[in-house]
């Protein structure tokens, strides 16, 4: 399958650089404003992969056997890119998000996007859209790749084609811009993965089956679901595309402990959650990666040994966590509010992206496009 033959013409739709970034207007909503260019690279067995091509962002021609459409062999990934003060426009850690493309590519079956094609795709689009990125805070332009199988066969065996490509949109937090706490609840009814599962890989079968949950859960009122462990349906694990942390407190006034479930391959590795991992320890706080029951989490709150907790991926950066319910039992993380451990870490993220501190694990990525200012 190719992309430029017999396309329809590009969409004209408004980017969000000209829609509603006036200082002080709110952030677009979250997913909907697209930038107006796309890249792509097909692959075949035949033939390897194809070189990147840069276009403007418009409907694809798939055959309906395509078999991504029927067996769900398709991948997607998540990354953010920002504008500094200074005008430069910088990518957070691209290459580790290279590398889970990778790593979700082998679990379905897909042929691996060379790192450096990826880094490649991601300085094409950047470079092309990103100057009319504001520096407001809050704001970044969130970059989606795909990959995903093309040929038109039904036969049940992985394809012999597939194309990868790239579109982005410019966004806020995912909750918004302030750091304000959300209430999760555990769901007993579905698991998000199993062991032997695909739970590590970032495709995107693992997301639609989670949408009656989340559904049940913002009826009830609250914002994410939490979600357990298949076997026992007793450890935390993650809430709906995002990792959980706890802030652990020593009655005898020893530093705080930073802990979070460990990677039994029925979790998304998050990026996000390894850098504040590094972040956490660097700025003194004692780390581990460690199981954590319900039940821990819910005597740990109420003994206070369990002082905060808090959410965290690309798309909601560091989000606190106020109240929790699990197994008819609703409870507190603190006194509800962001406690002062999540808020560091939050302000820590927050100026790495930035360039306001320095960026001492060399995470970000700058691209070749310099503006003095910002509309």
Excluded at 31 to 58: C, D, I, K, N, Y
Excluded at 187 to 194: D, I, K, L, S
Excluded at 247 to 273: C, E, I, K, Q
């Amino acid at each position: 399958m190719t992309l430029a033959p017999g396309l329809t013409e590009p969409l004209r739709l408004p980017f969000a650089g000209d829609v509603a970034l006036a200082p002080g207007a709110p952030a677009p909503a979250f997913g909907a404003a697209f930038t107006a260019h796309m890249v792509t690279a097909a692959w075949s067995e035949a033939t390897g992969w194809q070189a990147l091509e840069l276009g403007p962002r418009r409907p694809l021609a798939v055959d309906p056997a395509m078999a991504a459409l029927h067996y769900g062999q398709a991948i997607i990934e998540g990354l953010k890119a920002y504008r500094r003060d200074d005008g430069s426009l910088v990518v957070f850690r691209p290459g580790a998000y290279a590398r889970r493309l990778i790593a979700s590519a082998r679990r379905m079956a897909l042929p691996e996007l060379p790192e450096e094609v990826f880094l490649s795709a991601v300085e094409q689009l950047v470079e092309a859209d990103g100057p009319r990125l504001p520096s407001r805070p809050g704001f970044g332009l969130y970059l989606r790749p795909a990959q995903f199988a093309t040929e038109p066969s039904l036969a049940l065996r992985p394809a012999r084609d597939c194309l990868f490509l790239l579109v982005a949109f410019v966004t806020g937090g995912f909750f918004g811009d302030r750091p304000e706490p959300i209430a999760v609840t555990a769901n007993e009814e579905y698991v998000r993965a199993a062991p032997g599962g695909t739970g590590a890989a970032k495709c995107a079968g693992n997301y639609a089956p989670t949408y009656p949950a989340q559904l049940a859960a913002a009826a009830d009122g609250y914002q994410q679901v939490l979600w357990l462990d298949a076997i026992e349906r007793t450890y935390v694990e993650e809430l709906g595309g995002m990792n959980v942390f706890f802030v652990h407190r020593d009655r005898r006034g020893g530093r705080a402990v930073v802990s979070t479930p460990p990677l039994t391959g029925t979790l998304l590795p998050g990026v996000t959650r390894a850098s504040l991992l590094d972040l956490a320890a660097d700025h003194g706080f004692a780390v581990r990666e460690e199981p954590m029951s319900i039940d821990g989490w819910r005597s740990g709150c109420l003994d206070g040994t369990i002082a905060e907790a808090f959410a965290c991926g690309t798309a909601a950066g560091v989000t606190p966590i106020g109240r929790v319910r699990a197994g008819g039992r609703e409870w507190t993380v603190g006194n509800g509010a962001a406690g002062p451990v999540t808020l560091t870490l939050h302000r820590a993220l927050h100026d790495v992206h930035r360039g306001v501190r320095p960026d001492r694990f060399g995470w970000l990525h700058e691209v070749g496009v310099h503006r003095s200012a910002a509309r």
